[in-house]
């Protein structure tokens, strides 16, 4: 859990690093100084591929294969995706803490007006 939405995107980068083996907290992560793909590779061991602009039915073949997708959640916050079925998605948010399961056409909508910003990378 992160303090706000400042925060939010070394929060999650923090738990892709841990779902890869990798201990980082987010107090560690600095993110101003890198891209956000420069990051995420960084914090996954993994090459990022920026989904940016993709449609978030698109996005979801990431998380099909094992790898979780960034997503930028408003205009300071990220969260997480981890999973999906037809109906509903489920994203952690650092800034709350919670997993959250949320219908996939309103999720579908808050994301595409956060700009529709996604980043993920295969597990090789």
């Known amino acids: 859990k992160v303090s706000g939405d400042r ?6 980068l923090s738990m892709i690093a841990s ?10 992560i600095s993110t101003g100084s890198k891209t956000v793909s420069e990051l995420m590779e960084q914090c996954s061991g ?4 920026n989904l940016t602009g993709c449609a978030l039915d698109d996005v979801l073949y990431y998380i ?6 960034l ?5 300071r916050r990220y969260v997480v995706v981890m999973s999906y079925n037809s109906t509903k998605i489920r994203y952690l948010d650092p800034v709350t803490g919670q997993s959250t399961v949320a ?3 309103e999720l579908t909508e808050t994301l595409k007006k956060a ?9 090789e």
Not at 64 to 69: H, K, L, T, W
């Open 7 to 12: 925060e939010s995107l070394a929060g999650c």
């Open 19 to 28: 779902v890869n083996g990798k201990n980082l907290s987010a107090d560690e």
């Open 46 to 49: 993994h090459q990022t591929l």
């Open 64 to 69: 099909s294969q094992g790898s979780p997708v």
């Open 71 to 75: 997503a930028k959640y408003s205009s």
């Open 103 to 105: 219908g996939r056409q």
């Open 115 to 123: 700009g529709n910003v996604f980043y993920s990378y295969l597990n």
